[in-house]
């Protein structure tokens, strides 16, 4: 990939060189529809990333599921999500299938609706209140590694599957953060089987929309899905609402049981309620595990970096568990979990439809285009990131930040709509890498072949096994080679 180096003013006060306004798009041809649905279906990162190369920074693409116009530069993703984002709404086939889960909660929902609905979560998303979960994060983390270490699944020379784990570890916070409870073992694997059934069945119906409208095994096993999800959080719900002022105020579900609406004084229904829940269930465990499955995946890569992170845990904690008032000490961590999010981003593209006609990067973008941003491309884009494939977490220090687009990063999205929940994801992400780093160095298996898969999130595909070795046992990080695409 050629490497061109970005402008030294920031792209704010950068001038658009683009003089007139273009009717075409550049793109494929229309009779490459059938093939550009394959390699979407089978390749997007890199058709994706193949798309930008070849045509620029707006893309039409003709597929078998009509034109796609695909937008990377961090201007276009501004106008999108927040200069103009009351043209773009949500009307598109990936949240309508999202919402056959996850119902109307606040990642499917839309309009007026959406925006109450914000109102009323809003306040239990406060920082002060995110940060009150530190302690449960923290200890809940602690635990996971006892239980392996007792089991001796870990320290032990036996590999871990990491995004498995990482997945369990990460269900069970944000269960015990929603319902100030574990949830029993048996009802934490249904969860557990019906969120990664849902994920697998939604991603390939992004593709084939018309398999979940027909009788096929795929919908079949989508509503026994559902049907585990919704049994699992209806039993709990209405088991909170019997314990009336009884059921305690310190737990997300305690604040949307209680939350009203400022005008009218109406809370949620339960069926709102469990659409949030949903909601929360599977982006607050699922794109933290996936953060952490990638961190450990590039710090086994990158020695030099791991031995850094462990001599700041040395510095800073220690030899204690990590608290909230240590994170703003641990800076390398906060850059490798952004760095991380960089190259691997855990929601890897958003999409949007354009109500009316607008302009992006000197382009018409017609009424109705499917508008697709894409954090995965724009993330490596060359005029913003210099060696944009390598792992460099110092890119995220204060001093090489300043000036960068505020756009050329978002992986929780941005304007209006940015995730409500990210406050959570970046605590939780660094308190567990803490814990976990702090005890254990991770080295990647040499047979591992580590292959990212869109999903509904990006996550390894298959397996990726990696050993746990006590940061006291004299074992070394090496270089861990496995290969990657």
């Not at 976990?436 to 996550?459: C, D, G, K, N, W």
């Amino acid at each position: 990939m050629t490497i061109t180096k970005a402008s030294a003013l920031p792209t704010e006060q950068r001038p658009n060189h683009s003089k007139h306004r273009s009717s075409r798009l550049p793109g494929p041809p229309w009779y490459t529809a059938a093939g550009n649905t394959l390699r979407f279906l089978r390749h997007a990162l890199d058709f994706s990333q193949e798309m930008r190369n070849r045509y620029g920074d707006v893309v039409s693409v003709p597929t078998l599921m009509g034109r796609l116009t695909l937008v990377f530069h961090p201007d276009g993703v501004r106008r999108v999500l927040q200069e103009n984002h009351l043209n773009y709404n949500k009307n598109i086939p990936d949240y309508r299938i999202l919402s056959l889960v996850l119902g109307n909660g606040l990642l499917t929902n839309d309009g007026e609706s959406w925006l109450q609905q914000r109102r009323l979560m809003q306040p239990a998303f406060h920082r002060d209140r995110v940060a009150a979960f530190g302690t449960l994060i923290t200890e809940a983390t602690t635990a996971w590694l006892n239980q392996l270490e007792t089991a001796q699944a870990i320290g032990s020379g036996r590999p871990l599957d990491i995004p498995q784990e990482m997945s369990r570890l990460t269900l069970s916070i944000v269960c015990k953060a929603l319902f100030g409870a574990d949830l029993p073992a048996e009802a934490l694997e249904r969860v557990s089987r019906a969120l990664t059934t849902a994920n697998h069945l939604l991603s390939e119906a992004f593709y084939l929309p018309g398999i979940l409208s027909l009788p096929t095994p795929q919908r079949h096993r989508l509503r026994e899905a559902r049907g585990e999800l919704h049994a699992v959080v209806d039993t709990i719900i209405q088991q909170r609402r019997a314990l009336g002022e009884q059921r305690g105020r310190g737990d997300l579900l305690a604040m949307l049981l209680d939350a009203r609406d400022a005008e009218t004084g109406v809370g949620m229904s339960d069926q709102q309620l469990r659409d949030e829940i949903l909601t929360l269930l599977l982006a607050g465990h699922e794109t933290t595990a996936n953060t952490l499955s990638w961190t450990l995946y590039l710090l086994a890569q990158h020695p030099d970096i791991a031995a850094n992170l462990q001599s700041e845990y040395r510095r800073v904690l220690q030899g204690r568990p990590p608290r909230m008032d240590d994170l703003p000490h641990l800076s390398l961590t906060r850059m490798v979990i952004e760095e991380s999010m960089r190259l691997y981003p855990p929601a890897w593209a958003l999409g949007r439809r354009a109500l009316a006609e607008d302009e992006i990067g000197g382009h018409t973008i017609p009424k109705g285009a499917y508008v697709l941003v894409f954090q995965y491309v724009t993330h490596r884009h060359p005029d913003f990131w210099e060696r944009p494939d390598a792992f460099d977490p110092e890119r995220f220090a204060a001093e090489r930040a300043t000036g960068r687009h505020r756009y050329a990063y978002f992986p929780f999205g941005g304007g209006p709509r940015l995730c409500i929940g990210n406050q959570f994801a970046l605590i939780e992400a660094r308190l567990i890498l803490a814990t976990f780093l702090s005890r254990y160095q991770l080295l990647l298996s040499p047979t591992a072949h580590v292959i990212p898969e869109p999903l509904v999130t990006l996550r390894p595909r298959g397996s990726l096994l990696m050993t746990a070795h006590s940061t006291t046992d004299g074992a070394v990080y090496s270089g861990g080679k496995g290969a990657s695409q």
